[in-house]
């Protein structure tokens, strides 16, 4: 089992950046693929990235490619997510998820991942 805490969101204006971190703790950080969703008043949770065990692939959404980096940490247990030229409409409470099955899958839908963080909010402005 692990255990998810999300951090580092807030309020942004338009065009700035931020980077949200996921300390996990519990069983090995490395056995974990981990994923980026968010959700947004009135609208089902959406994936945003996910990364590979060791970190060696990355995948995102269309509408932060370019925009958003996903990385991990295995040695701090810690996934990342910086998120640069912020758009209104990325704002969203995210949330930072691990897939503990140890196959790869699909990485894009939430119903395959086993633990979720509480999330973080992220407001961009204007």
């Known amino acids: 089992q692990v255990q998810l805490v999300e951090s580092g969101g807030g309020l942004v204006q338009a065009g700035g950046s931020l980077r949200l971190s996921c300390a996990a703790s519990?069983?090995?950080?490395?056995?974990?693929?981990m994923g980026w969703f968010r959700q947004a008043p009135g609208k089902e949770r959406e994936f945003v990235a996910a990364i590979s065990w060791s970190g060696g692939s990355t995948y995102y959404a269309d509408s932060v490619k370019g925009r958003f980096t996903i990385s991990r940490d295995n040695a701090k247990n810690t996934v990342y997510l910086q998120m640069n030229s912020l758009k209104p409409e990325d704002t969203a409470v995210y949330y930072c998820?691990?897939?503990?099955?140890?196959?790869?899958?699909?990485?894009?839908?939430?119903?395959?991942?086993?633990?979720w963080g509480q999330g973080t909010q992220v407001t961009v402005s204007s």
């Open positions: 519990g069983r090995a950080f490395s056995s974990y693929f």
């Open positions: 998820a691990a897939d503990g099955s140890l196959i790869f899958r699909r990485f894009d839908v939430t119903t395959q991942y086993d633990y």
